[in-house]
Antibody, heavy 116, light 108 residues
């Protein structure tokens, strides 16, 4: 069974750093692109960027370029989304997603709350 | 960047009725279009890919059509569990997928 299991909810202060994770199982992790999606409270879905764990080829949506870092460790079938300095506006649910024809599997989401 | 729009923003439908949701792309995406359903507190779920192919386990009352820039999701007879937000997404530009703003289907 294909699964994407994300790390737990986080509460952080502005300016702090954060790295959340997404562990894939039940399939060849290095053979599918993984994407990250933001959903701010009460809002729609926003595409952030993608990574191919096989070679770590990474692409960012223009809106998120320079704001986050996407990475992967294929040895442990895990993708990451990282911030170096959080802002209150980063408060959102973040989903990882396996890409095929569209997104065929989603993680359960990681809620990130940034508040002073 | 390909911009996706959806209409209407909200659709009020009675159980058992048909719902028709529209999605438009700012440029052709061929048939590289997916539809997702999202219920409160849940991750989205893939309904349709390739504009018209139902994903595994999706009931036949969900159907998709269209190509190029105009797409439609039809729910033939709404069930109580179908009240949710529906998003379209293009994946023609593989490096930059984009979502529409969503259509909320609520109970009339």
């Amino acid at each position: 069974e294909v699964q994407l299991v994300q790390s737990g909810a986080e509460v952080k202060k502005p300016g702090e750093s954060l790295k959340i994770s997404c562990k894939g199982s039940g399939y060849s992790f290095t053979s599918y692109w993984i994407g990250w999606v933001r959903q701010m409270p009460g809002k729609g879905l926003e595409w952030m960027g993608i990574i191919y764990p096989g070679d770590s080829d990474t692409r960012y949506s223009p809106s998120f370029q320079g704001q986050v870092t996407i990475s992967a460790d294929k040895s442990i079938s895990t993708a990451y989304l990282q911030w170096s300095s959080l802002k209150a506006s980063d408060t959102a649910m973040y989903y990882c997603a396996r890409l095929r024809t569209g997104v065929d599997y989603w993680g359960q989401g990681t809620l990130v709350t940034v508040s002073s | 960047e390909i911009v996706m729009t959806q209409s209407p923003a909200t659709l009020s439908v009675s159980p058992g009725e048909r719902a028709t949701l529209s999605c438009r792309a700012s440029q052709s995406v061929s048939s590289n279009l997916a539809w997702y359903q999202q219920k409160p507190g849940q991750a989205p779920r893939l309904l349709i890919y390739g504009a018209s192919t139902r994903a595994t386990g999706i009931p036949a009352r969900f159907s998709g059509s269209g190509s190029g820039t105009e797409f439609t999701l039809t729910i033939s007879s709404l069930q109580s569990e179908d009240f949710a937000v529906y998003y379209c997404q293009q994946y023609n530009n593989w490096l930059l997928f984009t979502f529409g703003p969503g259509t909320k289907v609520d109970i009339k």
